[in-house]
């Protein structure tokens, strides 16, 4: 910021009913997600737009009489970036990042306003017991879509 400052997210300035701020593993993991989230956004749009962009360009070579080299250039582009993204996943990737990020967010306001299940006598403790929660089960749910994806690869007839 101009005076110097760092530049705090709204959810990094709450505060517990007895004051105490955010722990600190709690702020790693959404701040993790947020850098995620946003890089998963860019990368995603960043690779449709590409490929929106040499698929227009197609008809637009062909058209313009171009030589057959340049429109076979670019629909094996176009084919290339169709593989990258059904490999990757990047929208996938957004989605599901940024439901984790909304569920942390959501934990983060929930123990900032003393709310079940962070009414007891170990608020912080629950309250880094579920983020952690949160985090493993996007981890697992990355996992199995990356094991059904290469079953399915597996289970393709292979030419012979």
Do not use: F
């Not at 197609?58 to 250039?73: E, K, R, S, W």
């Not at 003393?114 to 006598?121: E, I, S, T």
């Amino acid at each position: 910021m101009a005076d110097g400052t760092a530049h705090k997210h709204w959810w990094q300035q709450l505060t517990s009913p007895s004051g105490s701020s955010l722990p600190l593993s709690v702020i790693e993991r959404v701040s993790w997600y947020e850098h995620q989230v946003k890089k998963q956004r860019r990368g995603n749009h960043a690779l449709e737009a590409t490929t929106v962009v040499l698929a227009a360009g197609i008809p637009a070579a062909a058209a313009l009489g171009a030589p057959t080299a340049v429109t076979a250039v670019l629909g094996a582009l176009v084919a290339i970036l169709a593989g990258l993204r059904q490999l990757l996943r990047p929208g996938e990737n957004w989605i599901r990042s940024s439901g984790t990020l909304i569920a942390l967010q959501r934990e983060t306001v929930l123990w900032s306003a003393g709310n079940a299940p962070y009414d007891g006598q170990r608020p912080d403790a629950a309250l880094v017991e579920n983020v952690e929660a949160l985090v493993a089960d996007e981890a697992m749910r990355w996992a199995d879509q990356r094991s059904a994806r290469r079953t399915n690869a597996d289970a393709e007839p292979q030419s012979a």
